[in-house]
Structure formats: C-alpha cells, structure tokens
C-alpha cells in the first residue's frame, strides 16, 4: 500500500513538473517579445527624465500612459476603438470571402488565371489613397465607402496566398489519392486542404496587416469616430500624445487580432513539422 501511494505521489509530483514547465515554455515567447518594445519604452523615458530630449514631439510612456487613462475614463478611447473595430471586422471578413473565392478558382482554372489575373495585379498596384475619391464619389463618406476601401486592402493578399497555394499543390500527391480511390470529398479533406491551409492561413495574416492599415486611409475620409479620427484630431489640435496613443491602440489591437487568427488556425496546422518540434521542446 504504501509502495503504490508513493508511486502515485511520484506520478503527481511529475505531473505537475511538466505543467508548470508547459507554462513556463508558452510564457517565454511573449515575455520575448515584448523585451524590445519595454527595453525602448525604459530608454526612451530616461532619455526625458535625464534632460537629453524634451518629449515635446515623442512623449515619454509615462505622459502616453496618462493620456491613455484620461481617454480610457472619459470612454472616447473605447468608443473610438470599438467603431474600428468594426470597420475592420467587416472589411477583413468581405474581402477574405471574396479574395478566397476568386483566388481558388483562378488557381484551379489556367483559363481563368490568364483571363483575370493580368487585370487584378493592374488594380493591385494602385495605391490605396487613389481609391479614396472614388469610393466617395459612389458611396459617400458613410461606412460604405470605408468598409469597401478595408476589402479591397485585404483582398489581395489573400487572393495572392490562395491562388498560389492552389497552383503549386503538388500532382504527384494528387495522383496518389486517385490511386486509393478517394472521393471528391476526400481528396479535399485529407490532400487538398492540408496543402493549401499554411498559405492560406499566411495569406490571412497579411491581409489582416493591410486591413489595419486601410482602416487608417478610410476613417480618414471624414469620419467622425475611429482611431483615425483620434490621429486627425490629434494633429489639428497639437496634442502629439493623443496621436502616439493611437498608433498605440492600433498596435495593440492588430497584434491581438493577428493572435487570434493564429490560435483558431492552430489546431489545423498540428501535422506540421514546426508544431511537433515545439512539442519536442
């Protein structure tokens, strides 16, 4: 009896070595990360504190921090927040819909590749403030016209992302599930879609990242609320702390959004080498 409670001790007591080194390890990429931004933020403020630097144009965290509670308790920062929020959610899910389909189709079909692609990576290289007075001109300054403007920054990356993974599948693959008789279905879930999934999910990253960007081009057509907003009232009234606030907020937003892609797509990617040497370590 006692044999087997000590054994059960020894299990536990391992057990709970493993935990905590599990949650060391997913501790110690964040804390990595944020080394440089912190380690900057300390400079930066010593810069001021010291006298090398007035803080006038770049204020120091500690006056960023203080404008970051004064908006946050007045409630303007999340109502600024959540208005872009918005914006990009719906922009991000318009343009990832279509950007998915025709990049799938133009991928599969050679035809349609040659017959749409020469047109599409015309309207790619337009820069985005081009688009702004047209977009107006048809859908005024209300969210229409900034929404659409979000989709289109957000389609072309993952259009590029699907089209190219769907291209370089390789047929060799293809012809080996032929060989074990699978269904349409089938060659979809267990070939096609582990092929194509990495560079999909890279492909949403990045279309992401524009969307965030985009959203800065669109509430600057007018809008009345947004972190583009806070950016253009910031500029006309001179307060460079509310700006840098903003491009903060922004910051912060797009690295938890762009978390939040990478931890749904997660389980999907398990099969892949990076993945099992994580788990090794």
Known sequence: MAIMESSVTGETAELRQERRKSLLDRLKGPALGLFLPVLAAIGWELAVRLGWSTGRLVPPPSVIWATFLQLAEGGALQHHAIATLTRVAVGFGAGVVAGTVVGAVTG?????????????????????????PLFILWLGIFEASKV???AVGVFFPVYL???GAVASVDRKIVEVGRIFRLSGAQMVRRILLPAVLPSYITALRSGLGLGWMFVVAAEFMGASQGLGYLLIDGQQLGKPAQIVTAIVAFAILGKISDWLIVAATKPFLRWEDRFARNGAN
């Open 108 to 132: 599969y079909s050679n035809f349609l590749s040659r017959l749409l692609d020469p047109t599409l990576q015309a309207l790619r290289a337009i820069p985005s403030i081009a688009w702004v």
């Open 148 to 150: 659409t403007l979000i």
């Open 161 to 163: 992302g699907v089209m």
